[in-house]
């Protein structure tokens, strides 16, 4: 079975600071990984996702994660935090591209001013 | 990219009616879509698999005779939570496979 462990359920950053929203998974065949990101009452969406091509994988709004296979992680960082960032982070894991999706419990990132 | 849209975005009703949620992919044909919810303040679980011309697939713990799932054609999905009650409130979410998953803007339903 697969899961996903995001560690941290909230994370404060100051703005322009570093991002590091940290996310290991767990899987008996290859992953596919992603990154959401959930606005308050809004829908999901894509960040960026891993399907086996490049470890470093780069993503909408400067986002980026490298998948490291012997720390089974695929943390998320973003260089410099803006006040938009500000939401609910999702990491996730499936077999393959048209599959279930699993997700990791949520990570709330707060950026201060 | 792709379109997945839901109907209707929030809905109120009182307990023991039923509530129909529609999935759709606007511009593209899915023949699997999933069925998410999610509670207040938690991560989304899956709750079906639905296929198009056959029967959905319940994670366990979900109620099939509850959440009856529809996939009459290859652009619709249907969820219809069946004698609602206030703990059915949720954010229910839909995504339809094309080439990749799509998720719909989700639907918020309130049972009073």
């Not at chain 2, 849209?5 to 899915?30: M, N, Y």
């Not at chain 2, 652009?75 to 949720?90: F, G, I, K, R, Y």
Request: with cysteine.
């Amino acid at each position: 079975a697969q899961s996903v462990t995001q560690l941290g359920s909230h994370v404060s950053v100051s703005e322009g600071a570093l991002v590091l929203l940290r996310c290991n998974y767990s899987s008996s065949v290859p992953p596919y990984l992603f990154w959401y990101v959930q606005y308050p009452n809004q829908g999901l969406q894509l960040l960026l996702k891993y399907t086996s091509a490049a470890t470093l994988v780069k993503g909408i709004n400067g986002f980026e994660a490298e998948f490291k296979k012997s720390e089974t992680s695929f943390h998320l960082t973003k260089p410099s935090a803006h006040m938009r960032d500000a939401a609910e982070y999702f990491c996730a894991v499936s077999e393959g591209a048209d599959d279930k999706i699993i997700f990791g419990k949520g990570t709330r990132l707060h950026i201060l001013p | 990219g792709a379109v997945v849209s839901q109907h209707p975005s929030w809905v109120i009703c009182k307990s023991g009616t039923s509530v129909k949620i529609e999935c759709r992919s606007l511009d593209f044909q899915a023949t699997t879509m999933f069925w998410y919810r999610q509670f207040p303040k938690q991560s989304l679980m899956l709750m079906a698999t639905s296929n198009e011309g056959s029967k959905a697939t319940y994670e366990q713990g979900v109620e099939k005779d509850k959440f009856l799932i529809n996939h009459a054609s290859l652009t619709l999905s249907t969820l219809t939570v069946t004698s609602a009650h206030p703990e059915d409130s949720s954010f229910y979410i839909c995504s339809a496979v094309g080439n990749e998953q799509f998720f719909g803007p989700g639907t918020r339903l309130t049972v009073l």
